[in-house]
Structures are given as C-alpha cells and as structure tokens.
C-alpha cells in the first residue's frame, strides 16, 4: 500500500520499517533508543515546516494590511490628523496591534498547510509507519503554539493597549499644535475655535501665506477677508495667536441682505484660540489590565476576557488544525483549508459577537466568552475521534496489552 507512494523528503531519513498487521511498526520494535531518536527527528520535521509555513503566511498577511494602513495613515498626515514627523512611528504601533489577529490565523493556516502537503506527498504516511500518531504530532504543533500564545498574551494585554494609548495621544497633541503649522498651498485648513476656513495659492519658506482667502461665520454674520499676503502672530496669551493679514480687503454682513459693509486694510488681524488641552478618553481598548479590573464595568470586563481570549484562541486553532489538517494524497494540500478558513471565520465572529452580549449583559460575566472557547474544544475532539479513531484506538489497546 505505502510501497507504491513517493515518501518524499522525511521517508530515508527517519523510517526503514512499514506497517504490520496490528498497526504497529517494525521500526518501533527495534528498540526504544532507535524508537525515540526516530520519533525526535520527526518531531523537528514537523516543527520545522509548521514554523516555516507560519513565517510566510504570517508574512504575506502583515504586508496586505500594512499597505492598506499605510494609506489611511498617510490621509491623516494630509489632515493634520497625525503629525508628519511621527508617520513611521504610528506605522510601526499600528503594527503591533495587528499582530495580536494575525498570530492566531496565521498559525492555523500555517498547520493546515504544512500537514496538507505532509499528506499530499504521502511523507505523512511513512512517519505513521514510524509510529507517529496524533499524539505525536500534537507535542511539537502545541509546543511551537505555547510559544506564540506566550508572546500573543503579552502583545494582547500589555503591548497592544499601549500603543493604542501612545496613538491617540499623537493624534490629540497633533490636534492641538494644527493652528502652529505651516498651512499648505492650495488647500482649504480650517483653524481655531470660532470655525474659520483659510486658502492660500502659495506659501514661502518662512511661513508667509501670499493670496489668502479666509471665511468665518459670527452668529448671523458672515465675514471673508481676501488678503495679498498673511502670516501668525504670538501674543500675550500662549492659547491665543494672530492671524494677521495685509493688502486686502474684508466684507462683513449678513447673507440674503443688501447690508454688508466693505473695509480695505493694510493690516488687519485676527485673534483664534487654540484647541484646549482635554483629557484623552483611551476607552477600554486603551486602558491596562490594572485599569480594566479597578473599573469593574461591563465593558471593561468584556474587553479584560477578549484579551485573555487571543492566547486561549492560538492554542485551540492549534489543537483544531491537527485533525482538519488531515486528507488523502487524491485530495490535494488545500482540502482542509476552505474548511479551516469557515471554522475560523465562525469562531472569531461568535467570540466578538460574545464580547457585545457581555457588554450589553445579555450573556453573564462568569460565562463570558469561555463557552466559545469550549464549543470550539468540543468540535476538535469530534474531529479527532472521527479522523483518528481507529489509530487512537489502537494506541490504548497497545497500552493495555503492555506489561507493567
């Protein structure tokens, strides 16, 4: 049966034995030094292409939604929004949150891929003739998840919520010092706190805006002054500037009337003042673990479980993978993956949609959003007793015919 089919890469290395009658192999009765070395150089096999496949995906998937980032990022420089100088750096926390979401489906897919083409070229078949089951491959799929779940649990409770605080403080201190800018030609910026729009066609080196155009709204009047040139201005107050204009004329009246008065001017100017310095509101998705678990609220609590969820998460992908992992060399090394892909979409979905039933205290707090990770426990088990239960089977059996 195994004859017949190419063992690929893994066959001469580690097996010289097949399958007997009661499953087990020759090579596993040579001794058990021989026995472990074998099984050891399998594990690393495994490893090595889960962790290979992991790097690639994990890979592929950050650069699509760096680049899709990046272009938002670059809307909010053009805005104001964030400033200039601090572009890579929101670039770069941005990053990092993302990796808390990539970590666990990359890992999935990653196993999913690796074992597809482990049976695919029927390498998979030569290790279970070395005696590799499920439990074997688990240890060295679990052991690299443990790992990724370690690291994902300290992105997602400490790393990630600090970089979501480090961002929107850029964003505010970027909103505060908009008015100090140096405006850009030909666009429209809107300034102060009274709602003032500014156009200028050029702007010179030191700061100097040439051929100004400025409208503001005062109560029912409106007001437009047009200006050759316009520069600021420091005053007295630090929360107060001057926008302060020259050659121009300014026309003030109220819209639908005939009564709007005309002043043309040398210099003229215009006090605005800056946008107060508020507290920023960094929401739960910002708040430390301390924070979440001295607040108590709803919200808080959903979010402290959906934290704790992303390690949790990794390490039942990984125990899923293994037997969705599994197919027959006629069905090829993307059988599973439609599969997976569903089975992942439905357990991220049913978990965020969790998070708003606690919130919202349709779903109790004690319960949470542990009975998703369970559901998804239970569904793996199916799994594995259907794909792997006559190998199982075979395995206790054994055990229990062992002499003490």
């Known amino acids: 049966m195994i ?81 200039r100088d601090a572009l890579l750096l929101v670039m770069g926390l941005t990053s990092v949150q993302y990796l808390t979401i990539l970590v ?83 666009r429209f910026v ?60 300014r026309y003030e009246g109220e819209p639908g009337t005939a009564r709007f008065r005309i002043i043309d001017f040398a210099e003229h100017g215009i006090p605005y003042s800056l946008p107060g310095q508020v507290p920023v509101n960094y929401g739960p998705k910002g708040r430390s673990v301390a924070a979440l678990l001295e607040s108590g609220s709803l919200a808080d609590l959903a979010e402290l479980q959906w934290r704790v969820s992303v390690p949790v998460m990794v390490l ?15 069905q090829g090394r993307y059988a599973g993956l439609v599969i997976g892909l569903l089975i992942y979409i439905s357990y991220s979905n049913l978990l965020g949609s969790c998070r708003v039933w606690v919130e919202r205290g349709k779903v109790p707090v004690l319960l949470g959003l542990w009975w998703v990770h369970g559901l998804f426990i239970a569904a793996a088990l199916v799994l594995l007793a259907t794909r792997y239960g006559s190998g199982l089977a075979r395995f206790w059996r054994r055990r229990a015919v062992r002499p003490a």
């Open 3 to 83: 004859a017949g089919r190419r063992y690929g890469r893994i066959a001469p290395r580690i097996c010289r034995g097949s399958l007997t009658d009661d499953g087990e192999s020759r090579a596993s009765r040579a001794g058990a030094p021989f026995g472990q070395a074998m099984t050891a150089i399998a594990e690393r096999y495994i490893l090595r292409e889960t962790v290979q496949v992991w790097l690639a995906v994990t890979g592929v998937l950050m650069v699509i939604l760096v680049t899709n980032q990046f272009a938002k990022v670059l809307g909010d420089a053009a805005t104001n929004k964030i400033p």
């Open 104 to 186: 666990p489906v990359g890992l999935f897919l990653a196993i999913l891929l690796a074992l597809g083409r482990l049976y695919r070229d029927s390498e998979m078949y030569a290790l279970m003739a070395c005696g590799v089951g499920p439990a074997r491959l688990y240890r060295p799929v679990l052991a690299f998840a443990l790992v990724l779940a370690a690291i994902v649990g300290w992105l997602a409770l400490d790393v990630s919520p600090a970089a979501i605080r480090e961002v929107r403080r850029i964003g505010q201190e970027a909103r505060a010092r908009a008015d100090l800018q140096v405006m850009e030609a030909g």
């Open 190 to 249: 809107k300034f102060g706190q009274a709602g003032a729009v500014v156009y200028a066609e050029e702007v010179d080196a030191a700061g100097h805006l040439h051929r100004v155009f400025v409208q503001r709204r005062r109560d029912n009047l409106a007001e437009v002054i047009v200006a050759a040139e316009a520069y600021q201005q420091d005053t007295a107050d630090p929360d107060v500037k001057m926008l302060v204009f020259t050659n121009g004329r």
């Open 316 to 330: 039942v992908l990984a125990f899923l993978a293994v037997p969705l992992g599994r197919s027959s060399p006629r």
